[in-house]
């Protein structure tokens, strides 16, 4: 997202990433982004909850006026309810090893 980002912005309209994975944020480093800690794939919140996604949605027009610096990360403070697990803690039909502590790479 932060490539189609770049070239949104040098078209002059600035652009803001809504983000549930701060750490690939930090690495894409879009020019403006908000972080929130809800599950992938509900950066704006629950299903039908008009009043947070309205917030939400707030938060990311107010960033894209207010941020000073390229590649500026904010973090919001909402609360999902319940605690967010990463996909390691997730039971599915699949489950991944966790990744090598020296290398960091998933083992084969």
């Not at 770049?6 to 982004?33: F, K, M, N």
């Not at 809800?38 to 949605?57: C, E, S, T, Y």
């Not at 489950?95 to 790479?105: I, L, M």
Request: aromatic share 6%; proline share 9%; glycine share 8%.
């Amino acid at each position: 997202m932060g490539l189609v980002s770049r070239v949104v912005e040098q078209a002059g309209i600035p652009t803001v990433y809504v983000s549930t994975g701060r750490d690939l944020t930090a690495q894409v480093l879009p020019p403006r982004s908000i972080f929130i800690n809800f599950p992938m794939g509900n950066p704006f919140g629950r299903p039908h909850d008009v009043a947070m996604q309205r917030k939400i949605l707030v938060h990311a027009l107010d960033h894209a006026v207010a941020a000073t610096k390229p590649g500026e990360m904010l973090d919001l403070t909402y609360d999902w309810g319940e605690r967010v697990m990463t996909i390691m803690e997730i039971q599915s039909g699949y489950s991944a090893s966790s990744p090598d502590p020296a290398t960091g790479k998933q083992p084969t």
